[in-house]
């Protein structure tokens, strides 16, 4: 985590001062670089989302639509996940970007064998950063519409084995029920991987929508029916 240091004229006259102040940049600096994903996790803001049914261990929950902040990356899972992280935490900290906020979770998507699709919402978007931020690049800033995700809470590190589990239980869990899985599964981190395996957590989802209004009615139709069936059993 990044610290402002205050030094006093004194000490910096005595060279003490200026040592130290030396000593704790180039640790936050290495603390960057081993840990680049904390600095995505150090607020405490988090993406709007409703849940709007259960089933056994899963919750059905409704999103909002907003901004986020999307990276894509090769390689295994972990490694992705960190060089995809790293950029993420660059571009938020970046110089000149005081005001731009990362909101959890971070969510990783595999688009292809070995390649990584990183997203991270950025609520309260100023107006005129959004109209100027890169649309293409290894950082891109685009819009999220609203989705409805089938999300379960798993313990452990993100495996693949874990994330297949994961799904399995999710499909089974809403099996024959109003939700139909309609996109691939994604992986969603509200905090850092701890040390300790048995101490992390992590969330799957699968991307859901209703099966009557899937099958009957016109996709505009169907998100607006959708969006007020959600409305109702929040009341």
Same mark, same amino acid.
């Given at each position: 985590?990044?610290?402002?240091?205050?030094?006093?004229?004194?000490?910096?006259?005595?060279?003490?001062?200026?040592?130290?102040?030396?000593?704790?940049?180039?640790?936050?600096?290495?603390?960057?670089?081993?840990?680049?994903?904390?600095?995505?996790?150090?607020?405490?803001?988090?993406?709007?989302?409703?849940?709007?049914?259960?089933?056994?261990?899963?919750?059905?929950?409704?999103?909002?639509?907003?901004?986020?902040?999307?990276?894509?990356?090769?390689?295994?899972?972990?490694?992705?996940?960190?060089?995809?992280?790293?950029?993420?935490?660059?571009?938020?900290?970046?110089? #000149? +970007?005081?005001? *731009? =906020?990362? &909101?959890? !979770?971070?969510?990783?998507?595999?688009? $292809? @064998? #070995? +390649?990584?699709? *990183? =997203?991270? &919402?950025? !609520?309260?978007?100023?107006?005129?950063? $959004? @109209?100027?931020?890169?649309?293409?690049?290894?950082?891109?800033?685009?819009?999220?519409?609203?989705?409805?995700?089938?999300?379960?809470?798993?313990?452990?590190?993100?495996?693949?084995?874990?994330?297949?589990?994961?799904?399995?239980?999710?499909?089974?869990?809403?099996?024959?029920?109003?939700?139909?899985?309609?996109?691939?599964?994604?992986?969603?981190?509200?905090?850092?991987?701890?040390?300790?395996?048995?101490?992390?957590?992590?969330?799957?989802?699968?991307?859901?929508?209703?099966?009557?209004?899937?099958?009957?009615?016109?996709?505009?139709?169907?998100?607006?029916?959708?969006?007020?069936?959600?409305?109702?059993?929040?009341?």
């Amino acid at each position: 985590m990044s610290a402002t240091n205050t030094v006093s004229f004194a000490g910096r006259a005595s060279g003490a001062g200026l040592v130290g102040d030396v000593i704790t940049r180039l640790g936050d600096r290495l603390r960057r670089a081993i840990d680049p994903g904390r600095l995505l996790f150090r607020g405490n803001d988090t993406a709007a989302e409703t849940v709007v049914a259960r089933h056994g261990p899963v919750e059905v929950r409704a999103t909002s639509a907003g901004w986020v902040l999307e990276t894509c990356v090769k390689g295994e899972l972990e490694p992705a996940r960190a060089k995809g992280m790293r950029r993420l935490a660059n571009f938020v900290n970046g110089r #000149g +970007r005081a005001c *731009l =906020r990362a &909101a959890r !979770p971070l969510v990783q998507t595999q688009e $292809a @064998a #070995g +390649r990584w699709r *990183l =997203r991270v &919402a950025v !609520p309260g978007l100023d107006s005129s950063f $959004a @109209a100027t931020a890169p649309r293409n690049g290894k950082v891109r800033l685009r819009t999220l519409e609203p989705e409805t995700l089938a999300v379960i809470r798993v313990s452990g590190r993100p495996t693949p084995l874990s994330i297949h589990h994961a799904e399995t239980a999710i499909r089974q869990a809403i099996a024959g029920s109003l939700w139909e899985p309609m996109g691939p599964v994604v992986v969603r981190l509200h905090a850092l991987p701890a040390i300790l395996p048995f101490l992390s957590r992590y969330e799957v989802a699968l991307p859901v929508t209703d099966r009557a209004y899937a099958a009957e009615m016109p996709e505009w139709v169907r998100h607006v029916v959708h969006h007020q069936a959600v409305a109702q059993r929040v009341q």
